[in-house]
């Protein structure tokens, strides 16, 4: 059988088409343990950061990752950055009333629209693995991060072993769109299945944590469910320019 080649606009369509029941769906793909998964990130941000100024939330679709932070900790200023003018919207309207400066931004990771070393923390919550280029997308987040600025990296995992590669990628491939479709009762296109596409061309697990060790100290990186999870929290050396 010939694999579908990726096509980063269906990955976008998609997701704007799941925006409705984009939090219930979530949910229930990773089986429960989305929410779970949000505060064990946030948590990390807490035990190992002082203050936030400003917080850039990298791919925030409808928000749910920076709503996760602030019942953790008030940044001053949220920047949302995603190229959906759709999830830019629903964002606004989820964390209006949640006494934060939030500010849409479009754009996209590899070229975000913002000047150097502003940023105090970026976070990428399932997301960094839709970038089309996640070497320049960590380079040009290391640019617009303040020395000793933050990045916090919450996604899906590729663990090195073949065979749960190769579980984890029929789990994407052929079970989540079939639990997620039976319970929400999707008729027609299912969204849920450009989740598969985007965990073909995620690194392994080790070279992630190798290619965010290229531009940060990495603080912390935890392997979940033998490397279905990962989360990472890296610093930008004081030393380091741009």
Known sequence: MRRRSFSWREVIEALEEAIPVYEEGSSVASLGTLQRFREKAANLVVENAGEIGILLD?????GEMTKTILAKFKPKIVLGLDCSIKMLKRACQRLKD??????PIRG???YPP????TIDLAVFSFSLRDALNMKQTLSETKKILKPNGLILILDI??????LLRAIYGFYWLAVVPLIVKVKLGIKGRNPWKEIYPTYRRLPSN???KQMVSENFKVITFKEYYLGCVVIALAIKPTSCGG
């Open 98 to 103: 949640l006494g934060v400066e939030f500010y």
């Open 157 to 162: 995992g590729k663990p090195r072993s073949g």
């Open 108 to 110: 996209v990771f590899e």
């Open 114 to 117: 913002l000047r150097p070393q």
């Open 58 to 62: 990298g791919g925030v679709g409808p």
């Open 206 to 208: 080790s070279q992630l």
